[in-house]
């Protein structure tokens, strides 16, 4: 019943019934990491598109970014390559045969951007909130509940990406920019007093909090 295969330690197990799995682990032949690595793995291999779901297209653009909010895990939400923005329910399912999920918000190209939308985040506490980025260098929050800009941070380059942290533990906004730099944005002071420089001869094209 082992697992062990011959080569590289680090992918030496083959995703196999996950009871077997359990099962070396519980008689000490398994490490927690490698569990979690065949577990992932097993679970990637799953992965397919759906054949009777789908989500709404809209003609002449096409999506850019996406994220979907951590309160409810429910709402989808969606930048376009046209400067548009839009949430997707993505717990409304239709009961039977194939369908679409439900837009439940569109704001059309130059309501919300004027050019593409490189990056989007959900408030990290309630879906209230959300905020984007975009190529006309900025950093838009928005209230999903009056379907309203709330703020509009100004930069000095495109945003190529933006990440809002999952904790409550600071309100910033990192985004990563054209020049090079990534700006913190306080979603408190309305500001972004501080600048991060590392990055040399590029834009900054991924940015996360820990």
Not at 25 to 37: D, I, T
Not at 94 to 102: L, M, S
Not at 151 to 178: N, Y
Request: a neutral charge; proline letters at 2%.
């Amino acid at each position: 019943m082992a697992l062990l295969q011959d080569g590289d330690p680090e992918h030496r197990y083959l995703p196999v019934a996950m009871f077997k799995l359990l099962a070396e682990r519980e008689e000490g032949n398994l490490r927690s990491l490698a569990l979690e690595r065949a577990v992932r793995r097993m679970r990637s291999e799953l992965v397919g598109l759906s054949r009777d779901r789908d989500v709404q297209a809209f003609a002449g653009s096409s999506i850019m970014c996406m994220c979907m909010d951590q309160v409810e895990d429910r709402y989808l939400l969606c930048g376009y390559k046209d400067g548009s923005v839009s949430i997707v329910d993505a717990e409304h399912t239709p009961v039977k045969g194939k369908g679409t999920y439900e837009t439940v918000l569109r704001m059309e190209k130059r309501q919300a951007h004027r050019y593409n939308v490189t990056g989007c985040a959900w408030y990290s506490l309630d879906t209230g909130m959300y905020m984007t980025g975009s190529f006309d260098a900025t950093v838009k929050v928005w209230d999903a509940n009056r379907e309203a800009n709330a703020h509009t941070f100004p930069l000095p380059d495109k945003v190529h990406c933006i990440a809002m942290s999952s904790s409550a533990r600071h309100s910033h906004v990192a985004a990563g920019c054209g020049d090079g730099y990534v700006y913190l944005c306080d979603l408190r002071s309305g500001s972004h007093h501080h600048t991060l420089r590392g990055h040399r001869g590029s834009w900054v094209t991924s940015a996360a909090w820990r």
